[in-house]
């Protein structure tokens, strides 16, 4: 058993707004792979909860008329990775969240929880983050939506009103079309592990695959929420492809990130970790997008 | 809310259509326990890190510690006694898990045999790498796991015609 004081169960979008609204001081239960061990642990006991788990209408991957790839925030990782839109336009979120946890983790964990929870290690986070991801948002006064960058307001906190709800997250096609990425976790063992510091990179070539177009760098535990190296991500815009390319944006990303030092590594670590995971993560996305990085005379 | 609350959930377990008045706190592990006294579905962690509690729900393997009994409503779930046979008779992973000696003290054996059900039941073959990831969702402290992914390898094997 678990310490619920409440428990509702949403049985619409609508609803599930309706329930908070009654339920001022209640908290919404995705796949609760977060909420029912907080509950445990007695973080969370005695809490009210608005159960939106068997909200189908919030689950799958499509893709709108203009090409806007659409996930539904109840899509478990486990059918993202299996997911054929996924794999076609952004293989490299299948494979970032295929590193959550273990197998039955990602058959409960969903996206909308992973970015809800506001945790800078989230497996999606850096990925999305990368990709530009857009938040769609339910609430009382409607939809709105805002960038993932700007959902994020602090360790643990995004930017969720009274009565919201997210509902899906959104990736344009001009996010996501020519463009290849990879991801690196760097964790102290392989499954139901923690990131200590993840990075996902991509990149969109030129049509001569010899100039770097774009490049877009995002990262997990590199600061108290997932962030960008925008400054790295400017500075090498139309930048060609030529040898030690990749060690020059992973000595920039340096000047992006604010790693701090925690029990699971120190900050030190973290910074070479940032550097040497964009440097390796780069070459491969630039790799897979079929470009190719000269060796060093 | 002082007063309990219940929901009443019907689901298919093992083959067979079940009802029952759930407590609304309960996990999908005390309803299994509870009110079906299948108790293959084990208490280990509670917090869905060891695996032992491990049940397919609509084809998909879930530590049934982290899923609240409520959600089971309209769905199937199997456990370890909806593989045994009338009479008993052990499943081809339950027979290679013996013959493989993968099992020792047995507390994480239903989990892991439930999981290795959902992954060879997809009829393809994996590597000693892809199983090892496949099977990480479960921790055994006895047989130091070689055994256990031999086993599963094994049944594998067998059922795609494989020696």
């Not at chain 1, 969240?97 to 058959?107: K, L, N, S």
């Not at chain 2, 299948?38 to 509670?46: A, D, F, I, M, W």
């Not at chain 2, 779930?77 to 339950?94: A, K, P």
Request: net charge negative; hydrophobic share 35%.
């Amino acid at each position: 058993m678990y310490d619920i004081k409440a428990l509702y169960e949403a049985k619409s979008v609508e609803n599930a707004i309706e329930l908070m609204k009654e339920h001022p001081e209640a908290k919404i239960i995705a796949g609760g792979s977060d909420v029912l061990i907080k509950i445990r642990e007695g973080k969370m006991a005695g809490c009210e909860l608005v159960s939106i788990y068997g909200l189908d209408e919030l689950r799958g991957v499509s893709m709108a008329e203009d090409g806007t790839l659409r996930i539904g925030s109840l899509t478990s990782f486990s059918h993202i990775t299996k997911d054929p839109l996924i794999k076609k336009y952004i293989g490299v979120l299948g494979e970032a969240v295929d590193m959550v946890g273990g197998p039955q983790i990602r058959a409960i964990g969903t996206i909308g929880g992973n970015t809800c929870n506001g945790v800078t290690s989230a497996d999606s986070a850096s990925t999305l983050l990368a990709w530009d991801a857009i938040v769609e948002l339910n609430g009382p006064e409607g939809v709105r939506t805002l960038p993932l960058e700007e959902f994020y307001l602090g360790p643990g906190k995004v930017d969720l009103k009274s009565a919201e709800l997210q509902t899906a997250l959104l990736i344009p096609k001009e996010s996501y079309e020519n463009c290849a990425g990879f991801y690196i976790k760097y964790g102290m063992r392989n499954a139901m592990e923690i990131a200590t510091t993840g990075c996902s990179v991509n990149v969109r070539l030129s049509s001569d695959k010899k100039t770097l177009e774009r490049l877009r760098i995002g990262f997990g535990v590199a600061g108290p929420v997932p962030r960008r190296a925008r400054k790295t991500e400017e500075e090498f815009k139309g930048a060609s492809l030529e040898a030690g390319l990749p060690e020059k944006i992973g000595d920039a990303v340096l000047k992006d990130v604010e790693p701090r030092d925690s029990w699971r590594a120190s900050k030190d670590m973290r910074l070479h970790l940032c550097s040497t995971m964009t440097e390796r993560a780069f070459i491969e996305a630039v790799s897979r997008c079929g470009g190719e990085i000269p060796e060093k005379a | 809310m002082s007063e309990k609350q219940y929901k009443l959930v019907t689901c298919k377990i093992n083959g067979k259509e079940r009802s029952a008045m759930v407590d609304v706190r309960a996990s999908l592990t005390d309803m299994l326990r509870n009110d079906y006294s299948l108790t293959s579905v084990k208490k280990g962690c509670e917090v869905g890190e060891c695996g032992a509690c491990a049940v397919i729900i609509d084809g998909e393997c879930y530590n049934s510690c982290i899923y609240l009994a409520i959600w089971a409503d309209g769905k199937e779930i199997e456990t370890l006694e909806g593989l045994t046979g009338e009479n008993g008779e052990l499943n081809d992973i339950q027979q290679a898990f013996v013959d493989e000696t993968a099992i020792q003290c047995g507390f994480c054996s239903p989990g892991f045999i439930m999981e290795a059900e959902s992954i060879l039941r997809t009829g393809e073959i994996y590597t000693d790498e892809e199983l090892r990831k496949l099977l990480s969702g479960h921790l055994c402290r006895c047989t130091g796991y070689d055994n256990i992914l031999r086993a599963v390898k094994k049944a594998m094997n067998e059922r795609n015609g494989k020696k």
